[in-house]
């Protein structure tokens, strides 16, 4: 089983940014692809970024390609969430995630863990 326990986020004007922190509890976490996925008020939660177990392969959704970065380091049992050039429809609770399967998904039913979530607020 992994704990995940997310950081790092806060209120930024847009245009700044933020870097979010993951970190998993457990000896396995280099098992895991790892995504980050965000929810804003009233609506679903939507797939934002994912990394592969090694790291060597990196997703995003088209809203932030180009303005996000999604990295992992494992000897820190932590995945990062690098968010420049933000904007105001950013704003959302930002979760970490891990799922143990050989696809990488974009759904977020097929992540086996979830952190509590950080609150990422843009403002305009």
């Known amino acids: 089983q992994v704990q995940l326990v997310e950081s790092g986020g806060g209120l930024v004007q847009a245009g700044g940014s933020l870097k979010l922190s993951c970190a998993a509890s457990?000896?396995?976490?280099?098992?895991?692809?790892m995504g980050w996925f965000r929810q804003a008020p009233g609506k679903e939660r939507e797939f934002v970024a994912a990394?592969?177990?090694?790291?060597?392969?990196?997703y995003y959704a088209d809203s932030v390609k180009g303005r996000f970065t999604i990295s992992r380091d494992n000897a820190k049992n932590t995945v990062y969430l690098q968010m420049n050039s933000l904007k105001p429809e950013d704003t959302a609770v930002y979760y970490c995630?891990?799922?143990?399967?050989?696809?990488?998904?974009?759904?977020?039913?097929?992540?086996?863990?979830w952190g509590q979530g950080t609150q990422v607020t843009v403002s305009s």
């Open positions: 995630a891990a799922q143990s399967g050989v696809v990488i998904y974009r759904t977020p039913n097929r992540y086996d863990y």
């Open positions: 457990g000896r396995t976490f280099s098992s895991y692809d």
């Open positions: 990394i592969s177990k090694s790291g060597g392969n990196t």
